[in-house]
């Protein structure tokens, strides 16, 4: 007889893992199935998110701005260091232990909270069953079975098929994170999220990336202000960005790897010596489902859900990157507690207008709510204020004042409807936002509260005042 559970969650990424644990505070017997395994073969609970994702990225943008720092921003206070080296073994040392460390202490909390934790591919079979298979063999290991189970399995990066990846020159992301020594050239394709981080962590190690983009537009999701800036940024640090670039083909030639491209209808190439494709990613479902359940995917791979992430099948819920929505871990492990509180009797609830995306570049953007270039297409009558980090005696301290905060608000009501910011440590400042937009605030509310002097968020502040025209430190 299968061995019963009260949930049962496929997957144990930033979705799967934190609604296994959440499960399992409301006091259900839980389960989680992970078929993901470190470079020793042993299991490594997290997902992509914290084996391949999320921490690895932010590890080496670290160790590389670090590097970069040292190298071009220390001398202007007046530090000098001769023989500046960077020991590429050692920075991936420390990202393979901070993973480490981060993906073993989800096994320490699942044993904390008594969620039991399957190593294995999990498939739905029909009447809230679920085989669970050796990753390896694909050999049927166990059947359990719970009256809840949620699918949790994430996504996969997208291979463009006449570019197939080969693990060592053309690679995904997680190849990418991987690299054993810094490639004097690297082409990326596609300047989306992972092309600028990935782009910007091997650009400061000393690569020459050329990144090339089909859209004609630069990251076309943020406010066309914020991007014109990035765009701005981005080239002073080296970073080429080709728009409208189609790439055709990579060739091998005595020197490295050939990559051919159309743009504006002319054909062009460039040499590199590896090649990063980050156009996006996909759903991870194939195989997921036996022929006899009721789960439907879309025509993209996606698990159709309701707005509570309930299945066309009873008992059975889909959250994070395996369903519609922004592909982040925050979407992810909200919808995971959610979901568990659902199944629990409770109510839950992501709020889909205050989900915030942050690109972690140096300087970084976040943004939360609704460009001024989607309201104004919306027919949303709108005001802005934006304030430059340049006026901000914190940022000038910190010789870092790149970037600005803009805030937007509805101009009858003065609801906050979005801000987007490009600047230093911009990750942490766009929480505020966060709140003030969950909350409902108006631009004015954010004017009106105190923000410590002399701060970043002083910019945040100035911002939210010049939307009516009144910001201290700047004319006009
Ligand atoms: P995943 O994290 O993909 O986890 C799914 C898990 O399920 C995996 O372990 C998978 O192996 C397993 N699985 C799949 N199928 C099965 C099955 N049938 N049986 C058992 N197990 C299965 N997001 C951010 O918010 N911030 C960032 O800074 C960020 N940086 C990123 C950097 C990179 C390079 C990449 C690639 C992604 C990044 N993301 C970031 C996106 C983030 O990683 C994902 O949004 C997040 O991991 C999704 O969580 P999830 O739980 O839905 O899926
Ligand atoms: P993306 O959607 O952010 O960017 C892909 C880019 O590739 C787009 O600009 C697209 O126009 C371009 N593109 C598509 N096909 C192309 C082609 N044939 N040639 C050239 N360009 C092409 O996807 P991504 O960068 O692969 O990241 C995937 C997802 O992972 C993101 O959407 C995001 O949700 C998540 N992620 C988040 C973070 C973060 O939160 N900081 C970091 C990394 C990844």
């Known amino acids: 007889m299968a061995e019963n559970f009260d949930v049962i969650v496929i997957g144990g ?52 701005e670090q590097y970069h720092r040292l190298q071009h921003q220390f001398s202007a206070h007046g530090i000098t260091a001769e023989n500046v080296s960077m020991d590429v073994t050692k920075m991936q040392q420390r990202k393979a232990e901070i993973v480490s460390s981060l993906t073993g202490g989800i096994g320490v909390l699942f044993k904390a909270n008594k969620v039991t934790s399957i190593y294995g591919r999990g498939r739905l079979m029909a009447e809230n069953h679920v085989a669970v298979l050796d990753p390896e063999s694909g050999e049927l290991s166990q059947t359990i079975s719970a009256p809840n189970i949620i699918l949790a399995t994430g996504s996969k990066p997208v291979e463009l098929p006449s570019i197939p990846f080969d693990g060592e020159f053309i690679v995904d992301s997680t190849g990418a994170l991987d690299f ?41 999701a943020a406010d066309h202000q914020i991007a014109r800036d990035a765009a701005r940024q981005f080239k002073k640090q080296g970073l080429d960005i080709r728009l409208g670039a189609m790439v055709k083909k990579v060739s091998s030639t005595p020197n490295g790897l050939q990559l051919s491209y159309t743009q504006k209808g002319e054909e062009h190439s460039i040499e590199v010596d590896r090649v990063v494709v980050a156009v996006g990613r996909k759903p991870a479902t194939e195989g997921l489902l036996a022929a006899d359940c009721e789960v439907s995917l879309d025509n993209r791979g996606f698990i159709e859900v309701d707005d509570h992430c309930q299945t066309a099948e009873t008992g059975v819920w889909a959250i994070g990157d395996a369903v519609r929505g922004p592909m982040l871990a925050h979407k ?86 979005g801000v987007h910011i490009i ?39 100035e911002a939210a005042l010049a939307v009516e025209k009144r910001a201290i430190h700047k004319f006009g």
């Open 423 to 461: 600047g230093p440590h911009v990750s942490e400042l766009i929480a505020e936002c966060v709140v003030a937009m969950s909350f409902h605030a108006s631009s004015e509310d954010l004017a009106r509260i105190v923000h410590a002097h002399p701060t970043l968020s002083e910019a945040v502040h």
């Open 180 to 220: 054993d020594r810094v490639p004097s050239r690297l082409g990326v394709i596609g300047a989306g999220v992972i092309g600028l981080e990935l782009g910007s962590v091997w650009n400061r190690l000393g690569s020459e990336v050329v990144l090339l983009e089909a859209m004609d537009e630069f990251l076309a």
């Open 13 to 64: 990424g930033p979705g799967g893992y934190v609604a296994a644990i959440r499960c399992a505070q409301l006091g259900l017997n839980t389960a989680c199935i992970d078929d993901q395994s470190n470079k020793e073969g042993k299991p490594s609970l997290g997902g992509t998110c914290l084996n391949v994702g999320c921490i690895p990225s932010k590890a080496l943008l670290d160790s590389s």
């Open 332 to 417: 992810s492990s909200e919808e995971g507690v959610a979901v568990a509180e659902r199944i629990a009797g409770g109510f839950g609830h992501v709020d889909f207008n205050t989900v915030p995306w942050v690109i972690y570049t140096a300087p970084e953007i976040a943004w939360v709510g609704k460009t001024e270039n989607e309201l104004k297409a919306d027919g949303i009558p709108v005001k802005t204020g934006v304030f430059p980090f340049a006026a901000t005696g914190r940022a000038k301290a910190m010789e870092d004042t790149a970037g600005m905060v803009k805030v937007i608000a509805h101009a009858e009501t003065d609801r906050v409807l």
